[in-house]
């Protein structure tokens, strides 16, 4: 059983930062994925970001890319979504979620993912 953990998020203006943490704190699986999702109300879940425990290849999501940093610590246990020059548009429920393996067609599907956090609350104040 995978168990993520999401916590950092909060409100902050437009503009501003927020860093998103992701703690696994069972598996030890390292040739899976581990991605951010983020949610609005009345919109479909969208990718957001992914990274590939062992070998860090990353994807973003076309609305994020170049203001959002998907990363892992050392040990792997932790996945970071470091978000920058935040927009009022990125305000939704960001979700963490971790794949069964490695085989994935595509990284910033939902449906690839078996594993999810409970959600963290990011608000953007114009």
């Known amino acids: 059983q995978v168990k993520l953990v999401e916590s950092g998020g909060g409100s902050v203006q437009a503009g501003g930062s927020l860093r998103l943490s992701c703690e696994d704190r069972l598996s030890t699986e390292r040739n899976r994925y581990l991605a951010w999702f983020r949610q609005a109300p009345g919109k479909e879940r969208e990718g957001v970001a992914s990274v590939h425990l062992a070998g860090g290849v990353t994807d973003y999501g076309d609305s994020v890319k170049g203001r959002f940093t998907i990363s892992r610590d050392n040990f792997q246990s932790t996945v970071y979504l470091q978000m920058d020059a935040l927009k009022p548009e990125d305000t939704a429920v960001y979700y963490c979620?971790?794949?069964?393996?490695?085989?994935?067609?595509?990284?910033?599907?939902?449906?690839?993912?078996?594993?999810w956090g409970q959600g963290t609350q990011v608000t953007v104040t114009a």
């Open positions: 979620a971790a794949s069964r393996d490695s085989r994935l067609r595509n990284r910033l599907n939902q449906h690839e993912y078996a594993y």
